[in-house]
């Protein structure tokens, strides 16, 4: 069945880094886009970033210039480098195949990776 693993969250000052990484199983990996999603208490799971599996990306407004995904087909794993972490980056981030404009694809979602941006 599908699977996501996400990992690499935890406490980070204002400006600082984190690198999250998503195991995925279960689905042909080389085959999908893969996106990574937030989402703040009190609101909705938002798009942050995706990757195309021929390279595409697509960056959410609020984390251009400052976050990174990237991907490595023979380890299954989709990564974020996260820079520049500003309170408001603050959320549980979950990882998932991305279907058209970003949407996620499989209504199964991992535990998600807690980032929480504070001094």
């Known amino acids: 069945q599908v699977q996501f693993v996400e990992s690499g969250g935890g406490l980070v000052q204002p400006g600082g880094s984190l690198r999250l990484s998503c195991a995925a199983s279960?689905?042909?990996?080389?085959?999908?886009?893969m996106g990574w999603y937030r989402q703040a208490p009190g609101k909705q799971r938002e798009l942050v970033a995706m990757l195309t599996r021929g390279g595409l990306t697509n960056y959410a407004d609020f984390v251009k210039g400052r976050f990174t995904i990237s991907r490595d087909n023979a380890k299954n794993t989709v990564y974020l480098q996260m820079n520049s972490l500003k309170p408001e980056d603050t959320a549980v981030y979950y990882c998932n195949a991305a279907g058209p404009a970003g949407s996620p694809l499989y209504a199964y979602w991992g535990q998600g990776t807690q980032v929480t941006v504070s001094s």
């Open positions: 279960g689905i042909i990996f080389s085959l999908h886009a």
